[in-house]
C-alpha cells in the first residue's frame, strides 16, 4: 500500500509555470506506475500524464504535451509534474496517482492523493 500527497498547486497567471509534487509513503513505491490526473468544477477527471517505473518512459494528454513534464524520484519516494505556459483551462485540482497499469484510465490506478488546487488566472 502506498500513501500520496501533493503539494505546489497555487495561483497562477497566464503563462506561468508550477510545480507540483507528490510525496509517497512505504518503501514500495518503484514498484507503482504514477501519474497525475485533474478535475475541474464541473468536468469530469481528466488524465494528465504517467510514467513508468523506472521513469524510463512516459506519456500525455494531448491537451498538455510539450508544456508539461511528469517525472520522478524513486530514492525520494518522489513525483513531479513540471507545468509550463499555463492556460486558463489548466485550473483544476490535480492528483497523484499510483496504480500496476500504464494507463489514462482512472480506474486503474488504485491509490489516490488528497489533490491540491491549481487556478490559473488571466
Known amino acids: 500500500q502506498v500513501q500520496l500527497v501533493e503539494s505546489g498547486g497555487g495561483l497562477v497567471q497566464a503563462g506561468g509555470s508550477l510545480r507540483l509534487s507528490c510525496a509517497a509513503s512505504g518503501r514500495t513505491f518503484s514498484r507503482y506506475v504514477m501519474g497525475w490526473f485533474r478535475q475541474a468544477p464541473g468536468k469530469e477527471r481528466e488524465f494528465v500524464a504517467a510514467i513508468r517505473r523506472s521513469g524510463g518512459s512516459t506519456f500525455y494528454a494531448d491537451s498538455v504535451k510539450g508544456r508539461f513534464i511528469i517525472s520522478r524520484d524513486n530514492a525520494q519516494n518522489a513525483l513531479y509534474l513540471q507545468m509550463n505556459s499555463l492556460k486558463l483551462e489548466d485550473t483544476a485540482v490535480y492528483y497523484c496517482?499510483?496504480?500496476?497499469?500504464?494507463?489514462?484510465?482512472?480506474?486503474?490506478?488504485?491509490?489516490w492523493g488528497q489533490g491540491t488546487q491549481v487556478t490559473v488566472s488571466s
Open positions: 496517482v499510483a496504480g500496476d497499469s500504464y494507463s489514462s484510465y482512472h480506474r486503474e490506478y488504485d491509490y
